[in-house]
């Protein structure tokens, strides 16, 4: 059974990096059939898919253009983990974030980080 | 971009009787090269994480009840519940994942009448 678990803390100020990991068990960041996904969800926005990574012979990426000059997704073969940092934050980015698994759709997400950005 | 707009915002049924919602794609998301419609539809409760429910716009996720079903081709996609429970009270989103970049719709609220 896959499982994800975010960490980070809930709280950054204004114009600071948003750091957010999220830790796979049950599959591996680096599997050839699988990406990984953050996804944030606020009232204004609803559900905003944000950036993707995965691994077929070599890294690759996505981002969202509406972060793309803020944001890096990163993974962690050593821990078997990924990683969010979203950078020069306004309280316009207050939102649940969400890890995900995509094995075609979203299947597995993890439980949520709300991430509080204050002025 | 692709943008999902579903019908209605909300939707309040019996207990028992059919709830049906709606969801339209701005670009069709039927791949050609497999024939299968990169469509998903999730239950959100509040306070948890979106739960998938229908995947290739008609095929349910392991464990999910088969009162549960998706529909539909190309730009026009619908769940059916088909004989609503309380444990179905919920928020429901479409989601396409033909991207990057990947979008979902608005979120349907439904609620017991």
């Known amino acids: 059974q896959v499982q994800l678990q975010q960490s980070g803390p809930g709280l950054v100020k204004s114009s600071q990096t948003l750091s957010l990991t999220c830790a796979i068990s049950?599959?591996?960041?680096?599997?050839?059939?699988?990406?990984w996904i953050w996804i944030r969800q606020s009232p204004s926005r609803g559900l905003e898919w944000l950036a993707r990574?995965?691994?077929?012979?070599?890294?690759?990426?996505d981002y969202a253009v509406s972060v793309k000059s803020r944001i890096t997704i990163n993974p962690d073969t050593s821990k078997n983990h990924f990683s969010l940092q979203l950078n020069s934050v306004t309280p316009e980015d207050t939102a649940v974030y969400y890890c995900?698994?995509?094995?075609?759709?979203?299947?597995?997400w993890g439980q949520g980080t709300l991430v509080t950005v204050s002025s | 971009d692709i943008v999902m707009t579903q019908s209605p915002d909300s939707l309040a049924v019996s207990l028992g009787e059919r709830a049906t919602i709606n969801c339209k794609s701005s670009?069709?998301?039927?791949?050609?090269?497999?024939?299968?419609?990169?469509l998903a539809w999730y239950q959100q409760k509040p306070g948890q994480p979106p739960k998938a429910l229908i995947y290739?716009?008609?095929t349910r996720e392991s464990g999910v009840p088969d009162r549960f079903s998706g529909s539909g081709s190309g730009t026009d996609f619908t769940l059916t519940i088909s004989s609503l429970q309380a444990d179905d009270v919920a928020l429901y989103y479409c989601?396409?994942?033909?991207?990057?970049?990947?979008?979902f719709g608005q979120g349907t609220k439904l609620e017991i009448k």
């Open positions: 670009q069709s998301v039927l791949d050609s090269f497999n024939n299968k419609n990169h």
């Open positions: 290739w716009a008609s």
């Open positions: 990574t995965y691994y077929r012979s070599k890294w690759y990426f």
């Open positions: 989601h396409q994942y033909s991207g990057p970049p990947f979008t």
């Open positions: 995900a698994r995509q094995r075609d759709h979203f299947d597995y």
């Open positions: 049950g599959d591996s960041v680096s599997g050839n059939s699988v990406a």
